[in-house]
């Protein structure tokens, strides 16, 4: 008696939603912290978010462990970025069963400035781009969760009124500066090229060590421009920048590629380290 009990509450349970969990909140996986953050501000308190790179790690060339290979294969809507985690691209082929969305062919991608052929993929760095991404999240989650539909809608609206917002503010910050040429140690800040900055990266990936003929070609460049800073960032050692800042009498700062989140960067959110870059900015480059 008491068995069957059970077992009919367990199926009513199982009957009650479609959506594949027993909290009846829609599962998402996100490859990365970016695209983890819009599912969570367009999902709100509906969806219980996986972020598959865990909190200080580098995303490019992340493994994954069964626990995420798991999180992919229940998730109702997995958010990835092809071809920048190849590894969260295999396994979303061998292991989802939800839907998935490549923020890559939403969000537009360009072309690295000094690799033509080589996709920049980098894209939210331009806020713009991520409030696309943003959309598209909503249509999939309205469709995983239809009545609630409207709801990640209108969430979606909210955030892309906040990053249209921090674009203008971006493309105000930056109209009226004393130099545009900034140094930083991956080539990670690409899109920011529409504000009107030319960036020269130090090395191409983050732990790629730059070459002597880099470095001179550098030294020649921040002499010329009068280039007052060398930028580092959060989740790669700051050795490069600081060596290279040091040899020349200049300063070192940190401009965050907003890849993921550290333990030092913990309380913040893409909209807060987007606008402390900001600020890193203006005051390299002289900006009014
Ligand atoms: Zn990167």
């Known amino acids: 008696m008491r068995i069957v009990l059970v077992l009919g509450l367990l199926l009513a349970t199982t009957a009650c939603g479609s959506l594949g969990n027993d909290t009846g909140r829609v599962r998402v996986a996100a490859g990365f912290y970016p695209l983890a953050w819009a599912a969570e501000r367009v ?24 626990k995420e290979t798991v999180a992919i294969a229940e998730a109702d809507v997995v958010v990835h970025e092809k071809g920048f985690q ?14 998935t969305l490549d923020a890559a062919a939403v969000a537009g991608l360009e072309p690295y400035a000094d690799q033509p052929d080589e996709a920049d993929p980098h894209f939210w760095q331009d806020p713009v781009r991520l409030a696309r991404v943003g959309d598209a999240l ?9 009545r609630h539909a409207r ?7 909210a955030l892309r009124r906040d990053l249209v917002a921090l674009d203008r503010d971006y493309r105000r910050g930056l109209a009226d500066c004393v130099r545009d040429t900034i140094v930083a140690t991956h080539d990670a800040f690409g899109y920011l090229q529409k504000y009107g900055l030319v960036i020269e990266p130090i090395s191409l ?4 060590e730059p070459t002597p003929a880099d470095l001179g070609r550098l030294q020649d460049l921040i002499r010329a421009d009068g280039i007052t800073t060398v930028f580092s960032e959060t989740l790669v050692s700051p050795k490069t920048a600081e060596t290279l800042a040091g040899d020349l009498g200049i300063r070192t700062a940190v401009l965050d590629p907003v890849e993921g989140l550290s333990d030092r960067t913990a309380g913040e959110d893409y909209l807060s380290l987007m606008r402390t870059n900001l600020q890193a900015l203006e005051k390299a480059n002289g900006c009014r």
Do not use: C, F, K, M
């Not at 909503?138 to 239809?146: H, I, K, R, T, V």
């Not at 709801?151 to 609206?157: G, H, K, M, P, S």
């Not at 990936?205 to 790629?208: C, G, K, T, V, Y």
């Open 43 to 66: 999902g709100g308190q509906r969806v219980e978010v996986t972020n598959l790179t865990q909190p200080g790690a580098e995303p490019h060339d992340l493994e994954l462990t069964i």
């Open 86 to 99: 190849p590894a969260v691209d295999d396994s979303v082929r061998q292991n989802a069963e939800g839907a």
């Open 138 to 146: 909503a249509q999939e989650l309205g469709q995983a969760d239809p």
């Open 151 to 157: 709801a990640y809608a209108a969430n979606a609206r």
């Open 205 to 208: 990936s983050p732990d790629a």
